[in-house]
C-alpha cells in the first residue's frame, strides 16, 4: 500500500469512528451528534492553524485523536441523563469578592497594618487567607429542581451545585422542560437528592413529554411551594441556608420599567387574597430573570427563590431574592409598550 492509499485509509477510518463515537455520545450523554461533528470541524480548523502540514487527511487524523481522548472520559463517567424543570438558579457569586473587599478596604484605611495582618502583600495586591494572591473570581451558582431518569418514572427534588467558569458561563432556563446531564452523589439533605456538576454541564429545552404545569403538580413541587403569609417563618427556619428555595404564587401588583442602577436588579411586589390588605412583598429580579419578566400588573405568577430581611424604622421587612420566575400563560397580561428595551410596565393598581 502506498502512502496515498494509506491517507485515503485513514481518512475513511476517521469518518467512520467519528460517526460512531457522535452515535454512542448521543445515546449516552443526550447530547446531540451534531454538536460532536460541529467540535472535530472546529478542531481541524484549529489545528490547520496551528500545524506546518498541507495534508487535511493528517491534520484530520490529528483532530481525531483529539476528539476521541477527550471523550472517552466523558463516556466512561458514572454521571446520569436526566429530564425535569429547574425552578431556580441563583445569580452567580464570587466566593473570592467578600476577602477582595476585606483586603481592599483594610489597604485603604491602613496600607502597613494590613500588610502585617496578611490582607495585601506590599504591592498592595489581596490575599486569601492563607497568604495566596486573589487572582482571579472563584464563582459558584446553585440550582433548585426536579428531575427523573430518561427512562424511568422516579421524580425527585434536586439541589446542584456548579463552580468555575461553568457556574458564570452555562445557561439555565428555568420553568421550562430541559435535559442535563449529572453525577448523583447518594446523598440527600432536607429532602433534596444532592447533584454533582460535570465538566460539560448543560440544560438543553426539549420536547417533553410533560408540561411546566404537571411538574409544578407533583408533590416534591409541592414540597416547596408555601403561601406568601409564610415567608416569615420560611425565612426565620432557612437563616444561613444558601442552597435551597421556596417557591410561591401571586399577583403582580408593581413591576419597575428599569432596573436598579446600582444593583441591576428589576423590583416586582407580590400581592395576593390571603394576606393582609396592608401586606406586600418586595422581589428583586436579576439580570438573566429580566427576560421572563414579560408582563404587567395583573398577572399570576410563581417566583422560586430565597428570602432576606431589611429592618427599616423599627420593623423588619421580608422580602424574595428570585431565582426563578413563571407567569401563567392564561393568566399573564402582556407589557403595554412591547418597544422598550425591558418593556414598559404598568405602575401600582
Known sequence: MDVEEYLEEVEQNVQDKLE??????????????SEIIQEFKDEVERLTEALDVDDERIIERRAWARIRGAWKQELMSNAEVFEGVVFGASDPFDMNAPRRYQAEQAYEDDPKKAINEGYVNEDGEPLDTNGNLIQSPDWIRNIVGVKKPIDGDDVTLFKMTMSGNNA??????????????ANVTGNEENGYEVLNSWTRQSFEEIDADFTVEDVLDTPEAKRIMIDLN??????????????EIMMVEGDVAYIDSEPNRVT???RMVLDS???GETDQYT??????????????AGS???VAGSTGENEFGGEIDYMINAWGLYAYPELKIPARNEDAELGSYDQII
Open 264 to 266: 441591576g436588579n428589576l
Open 230 to 243: 409564610d415567608i416569615r417563618t420560611w425565612h426565620n427556619e432557612h437563616v444561613g441556608t444558601y442552597d
Open 273 to 275: 387574597d390571603d394576606i
Open 168 to 181: 458564570k458561563e452555562v445557561n439555565i432556563p428555568t420553568f421550562t422542560p430541559v435535559r442535563f446531564r
Open 20 to 33: 460512531g463515537l457522535a452515535n454512542r455520545v448521543e445515546q449516552k450523554l443526550a447530547i446531540p451528534r
Open 283 to 296: 422581589v428583586w429580579l436579576p439580570e438573566h430573570l429580566h427576560g421572563a419578566a414579560d408582563f404587567a
Open 300 to 302: 399570576k405568577v410563581i
